[in-house]
């Protein structure tokens, strides 16, 4: 498609934030985020990552969480233990605070269009980005699948 003009383009200047509504409409969950541990007692030998309680709550609210089928999951050996892991894509609002690497996500709840078994669960971040279009904060964590807070 040729432009007229140098200076035109295809897309309206607001585009991603009017986007971004159409995006916070398909949030399936609701999530706290903390980053941060004040204390050595956020790791359990026998249920594995905690949820970051004495962290800083970064971020409490709507999320899209969908398990990632094209890099599906893992098994890997921490200290002596085999552990499964699956990757996570969490999708945030575009108006959420920019989140980091080794946040903690607590997923609270789950709508009808969501996972019901995730409810509960606890995500580690491992990267941050942002969709093509700064529609949504994109993060993608890993779920371990053998460690989770509750389970034995």
């Not at 004040?38 to 970064?58: I, L």
């Not at 709840?109 to 509960?120: C, D, E, I, Q």
């Amino acid at each position: 498609m040729t432009v007229p003009f140098p200076s035109a383009s295809v897309f309206h200047p607001d585009w991603a934030a009017h986007a971004a509504t159409v995006s916070e409409a398909t949030m399936n969950a609701t999530v706290t985020i903390r980053h941060g541990s004040g204390s050595d007692d956020d790791w359990d030998p026998t249920t594995g990552p905690g949820a970051g309680t004495d962290g800083t709550v970064t971020y409490t609210g709507p999320a899209r969480i969908t398990y990632d089928v094209v890099r599906g999951y893992g098994e890997r050996d921490a200290a002596g233990q085999d552990v499964t892991t699956r990757v996570v894509t969490v999708a945030l609002p575009r108006s959420a605070p920019e989140q980091v690497a080794d946040a903690r996500i607590t997923v609270d709840t789950v709508t009808g269009n969501g996972l019901a078994p995730l409810t509960g669960r606890v995500l580690t971040v491992d990267s941050t980005g942002w969709s093509s279009h700064a529609i949504e904060q994109l993060l993608t964590c890993r779920d371990d699948q053998s460690n989770q807070p509750g389970e034995a």
